[in-house]
Every structure is written in C-alpha cells, then in structure tokens.
C-alpha cells in the first residue's frame, strides 16, 4: 500500500523539508517536495499518494479517491468545505493549520493602538510637515474589548490585550464555552446585547453560512459611536457599505479591515475614502513569518505521527461545521 | 507659616481637584488652582506659597525663596536641572511624574510592530489602491530588543514586549542594577558591545549631558542593516543627519521617532523623507489620556501626604544627575 505524501507549498526551507523527510522516515512515508510552478509534476505524483500537504483546491480536485488525508496549511477552509465535489473520497481526512494566531494577534494589537492612538489622523498631520498633537487618545489598558471568535486567533489577540491591561475582554463563541484567556465566553446568540457596550470589537470568525454578514447594518447601529470595528477573520462577515457610511456619517469612530470582500478591494470601492480606516491587504496571516512556517510545519509532521499511530488528528476540521 | 499650593494646570478634571482638595485638607494644606491662561493670578498667588504643582519654568521664575517644593507634572525635568537660576531657593525639592510609561509603551509597541511589520510601505501600497502582500513581516515574538534606559519608560516597554513572547530584552542604564522587567541590565557603558547584535533599539532616556548624540554617527553604523530605532525619550539623544543617511542608504532597516530636535521639526528637514520611517509630533506621553491625568494626580496627592509627614518624596530628582 502506498505510504507516499505530496507536499506542493512554496514556503518551505531546506531545514522545513528535512523536518518533514525525518517525521516521514520514521512513519514510514516517503514525502515528494514540489513548488507551486510544478503543477503537473504534483498532479502525476499525487495519483499514487495517501496524503497531501498543500492549499491547493486545483491539485485536491485531481486527487485519486485513495487519498486519505488532505492538510490544509491554511487556517480558512470554507473552500473545502463547501464543495464536497472536491474530494473524491468522501472519507477523505482534512486538516486545515491553525498556526497564524500569533502574527494576525500582533496585527490585532497594531491596528487596535493605532486607532486608539489616532495614527490616521496623525499620518496626515505629518504627511503636511506639520505639528500639532492634541488630538484625545485612548489605551488597551483600561479598555473594554469584545472578540467574535475564540480560537486560535482570538485566544491569541485575548492573551495580548491582557498583558497590555485590558479591563475586560468578552469572547463570543457558537457554543459560549468558557476559556481562560477570556473574562467570559458568551454564545454568539447574545450578540445583540454585547455590541452597545463594546468599545474595540474584533472579528475573528471563520467564514460560515452562519457569519456571513454577521455585523450587519442593524448590528453595526447597535455598536456606540466612539467604538472601533477591527476584522481579520473573512470580509464576508461585515456589510462594508453600512460600515463606510456609520464611519463616514460619526456612527463609529474608526475601523482597520484585513480582509475585504470581494479582494482585492475594487478601485472605486467607498471603503478607501471612509472616515478614519486602516486597510490592509489581507496580510495579517501571510506567510512570510518564520514562526508561522514553522509552527505549519510542526503542526502537520506531529499530526503525521497521529496519523501513523491511529490517533486522532489535532488538526482534524468538521466540515459540517466548516472550522 | 504658609501651607498653600499653587496648582497651575490645564489637564486637572473637577475630580481632580476635588480628590487635591481633599488630600489637602486632611494634610493641612489649602490649594489654590489657575488654568494656563491665568498666569498673572497664578504668579500672584505664588507668592505666599509652599508648593507649586506645575510645568512652568516662567512661573517657577518668579516664585519667592519660601517655595520648598515644586512638583513638575512632567517627566522630562532637563530644563530645571540646567538652570540653578530658576529656583530662588537651592534646597527647594524637585519632583517629577513618572507616569507616562503606560502610554508610551503602548506608543512603542504600536510602532514597533508598524516597522516590523511594514506599514509605512503597505499605506504607500493602499494609497494607491493597490493589492500587494509579499513583504517579509517580522514579530515581537522570538525577537531580541535592547532598551535604553531602565526607568518607568522602559520598564512597561519591557513588560508590553515579553508579553508578546520577545525572546530577549536587555536594559542598559547608567548602573546597570538589574530589573525584574529585563532579562539583562548592563551598564551603559556596554552599548558599543550590544549595538551590533540588537535587532529593536528602543531609546527612552532623559536628556543629560551624557546623553545628548549618545546615538552618534558611529554607533549607527553599529547597529545591523536589519535593526530599527526607536526614540520615544529626547531628541537629543540621537544623531538625525546620520540616522537619515543610515535609513536612506540601506544600513538600516526603518526608524520610529516621536522626539526630534528641534521641536517642531523644520519643514526642509531631511528626516521627512527619509526611508522607512514614522514620525509623529511627541504625542507617545501626551496628556489627552485619561489614565495618564488620573495618575498624575495620585502621585502627587501621595507626595504631599509624604511632604506632609516628612517622609522622603517618591518622585524625588536628582538634580546633578538630571532625573
């Protein structure tokens, strides 16, 4: 039986591939190293393996049905998880990488501060070669946070703001069950009570049918005026037109956007010109950070030992769920 | 014999003098508050007083030899241990508020990771409406930083940064005493020895003799291409033609500074263009935050319960040293 591993990811170092050609060697698999540009070479490979590393849904669609195990070195997974046509076994394993809660909690905190700290206003006050620093500002410590989301990502950016004073910090979850990096988890029903005492709300949800839209018109009407809106987890969950006009119209005091929908963000979308935002081009999970590589790495090669030994994967994703 | 005070501020909230008031009072002291536009009543008053609660060399000037106490509501004293002329009396006690570390480590965080992760060049990147997202970030997490200067400043700089997983933080002050904050607090002397292997240069000195241009030209070109600088403390303390030369020529990776000499900076001043960087007009310890006047105004309360039962002021300066 086939003990072979596609691996088709560009970021990994010569120390990544021989972490995972170790792990493998010891499991018994034998893993096939290609880069993105090698789309076909992966494909012919793929037909004879069990496993695939990869964020790829176009390689993932020519798998043979005798792939078992999918990782995902993506966090998000809606993709896969709504198109079931993508797998030809329906049994087929997936994993999706749960390793960017680092990196997008210190783009959390550097948004959070640069709201807070007025840093838009002050970029034009600057890019004029003026001087003038009176505007009012205001800090994590002290403050009042609300987090839609209590994964890895929300934990993360939880455990940050504690350590930087935050006066309470109130996660939201589908099932509102309590984590010790929060003061309280509430279920995500609750919502509507939460937002009108919510000074920093941050978005950090996957993309299911259930938070598409999530923050609504009514829902961002219900938020204070002096409150700030942060999202990092998927574009989808925000209506952004009701966003640019409450931030245009004094409704809300500022917002910082990582994600957007669609991306890019068109050229004539009103977001760009709205009323004290921070965008930024879907860059708070991005690759490019050591850590986050690896950390992706330790994470598929200790699920690879589950996966040799029986043991269920820590990765392991509820496509029902969609997370 | 007097016991008034003379309070000359503009932050002070109708709490603020009430909880003044009432500390007076239980001390035995009768304050007497002016706004920065009654300088004349303020000087009047002056007159008969024990205890000036200020930042006013002009009316510090004119206070008679019966004034033993003047608590400056700033942190930086340079100005008042310069000039022995401004105090009528030499023993007149010197205090100052060391309660700005909390906003201006919040201030070096929000920079710190604005560098690291890139921002100047990705608002270069939004404002065109474009949609890239390849820069290599970089994290507080795992990253080494050295503090200049192991007071209040750079003690919550420490605490922020080890929150967020830095992997080592070395203090240099003059003594180089040890610090919980710190994983290593060398003497200042040392700086030429850990210039070079410093990724994150925070720079939070007072400004004296010994620290004016204490970031020269040639301790500039200590520092690896990949170090960023960062001044949150005096102007001074750094070379600017240098550090812009530096920045421009590629010897180092981006700079932060909210502290410039002089102040504001002129607008033909080539730090404006210079590579990399962020400028904001000495806002990191202003005092538009709630937090800051609260604390402020404990401090000061605390010390004229201390003045009152003669006990040693807590905010006591060392005027030959500077701080």
Known sequence: MSRDICVYLEFLTEGHK??????????????????LDQFEEAKACLQHCKVLYAHSADLLRTAPASLRWY??????????CKDPALFANPDCLLTNSNVYGVTIAEHVVMVTLMLLRRMPEYA?????????????VRSIRDNEFTILGTGDIGRNVAERLRGMGAAKITGLSRSGRPHPAFDEVRPISDLDDVLPRTKILVMALPSTPDTIHILNRERI??????A??????????????????????GKLAGAALDVMDPEPLPKDDPLWDARNIILTPHVSGNMTLGYTCDENVARFCADLENYAAGRPLAGLVDRALGY
Chains 1, 2 share one sequence.
């Open 18 to 35: 021989a972490q995972i050609r170790e792990t493998a060697r010891r499991t018994g698999f034998v893993p096939h190293f290609f880069t």
């Open 71 to 80: 990782c995902c070195s993506f966090a998000g997974v809606d993709l896969y």
């Open 124 to 136: 034009v006050i600057m890019g004029q070669r003026s001087w003038s620093n009176q505007l009012p």
């Open 221 to 226: 009407a219900l938020l204070p005026a002096d």
């Open 228 to 249: 700030y809106v942060i999202n990092v987890g998927r574009g989808t969950a925000l209506d952004q037109t009701a966003l640019a006009e409450a931030l245009n119209g």
